[in-house]
């Protein structure tokens, strides 16, 4: 089993930046996909961005690309997202996700997920 939490959500005004943390307990020796989903009020959930074990392959939807960035430090089981020129259409619940594929976080479909938490940018 998996447990996340995420930090570093907030207000900021648009064109302003955030950083994101999601911190990772592993249960099992598994080297897991981790990325960033997000829903906003009355939406699906969205794919941001994800990231594998090994930090050479990164996936980012066509909205964030030049924008996010995902990195990983997995000496501190911890995920991030650097958030740069945030625009109003931005803000939303930002969920961490793990998998053992990248192509499920991708899907929306991780097997572990962490509690979200809320972004908000002002126009």
């Known amino acids: 089993q998996v447990q996340l939490v995420e930090s570093g959500g907030g207000l900021v005004q648009a064109g302003g930046s955030l950083r994101l943390s999601c911190a990772a307990s592993r249960g099992t020796f598994s080297r897991y996909a981790m990325g960033w989903i997000r829903q906003a009020p009355g939406k699906e959930r969205e794919f941001v961005a994800v990231?594998?074990?090994?930090?050479?392959?990164?996936y980012y939807a066509d909205s964030v690309k030049g924008r996010f960035t995902i990195s990983r430090d997995n000496a501190k089981n911890t995920v991030y997202l650097q958030m740069n020129s945030l625009k109003p259409e931005d803000t939303a619940v930002y969920y961490c996700?793990?998998?053992?594929?990248?192509?499920?976080?991708?899907?929306?479909?991780?097997?572990?997920w962490g509690q979200g938490t809320q972004v908000t940018v002002s126009s």
């Open positions: 990231i594998t074990w090994s930090g050479v392959n990164t």
């Open positions: 996700a793990a998998d053992l594929l990248s192509s499920v976080v991708r899907n929306t479909r991780s097997a572990y």
